[in-house]
């Protein structure tokens, strides 16, 4: 009922810029939190960044300075703005959204199915 769906991955070089949007759709009440996580071939999924409100958010030390979250309530999207970005942030990134169906029910953990990213000359 809940779908989740990132978009803006792409070939870029080293120092270059990609803006990455994850839109939710379908049964929401609310969500609770939105986020981008990542994983490079070899390793686990990391977090990249998360959102509550556009004044409350969380970063990985190594996108610190480089990486900005943000979020459209109104359209139940989320963007990951990369500024200088590394060949080693080349990975497949994940949006994750803690969303509430209903008034009555638990909050759920989704995710959409990734968006390669590139970095390389």
């Known amino acids: 009922q809940v779908h989740i769906v990132e978009s803006g991955g792409g070939l870029v070089q080293p120092g270059g810029s990609l803006r990455l949007s994850c839109a939710a759709s379908?049964?929401?009440?609310?969500?609770?939190?939105m986020g981008w996580y990542r994983q490079a071939p070899g390793k686990q999924r990391e977090l990249v960044a998360t959102i509550i409100s556009d004044e409350s958010t969380n970063y990985a030390d190594f996108v610190k300075g480089r990486f900005t979250i943000s979020r459209d309530n109104a359209k139940n999207t989320v963007y990951l703005q990369m500024n200088s970005l590394k060949p080693e942030d080349t990975a497949v990134y994940y949006c994750?959204?803690?969303?509430?169906?209903?008034?009555?029910?638990?909050?759920?953990?989704?995710w959409g199915q990734g968006t390669q990213v590139t970095v390389s000359s």
């Open positions: 379908g049964s929401i009440f609310s969500i609770a939190v």
């Open positions: 994750n959204a803690i969303i509430v169906a209903t008034m009555t029910e638990t909050p759920g953990d989704y």
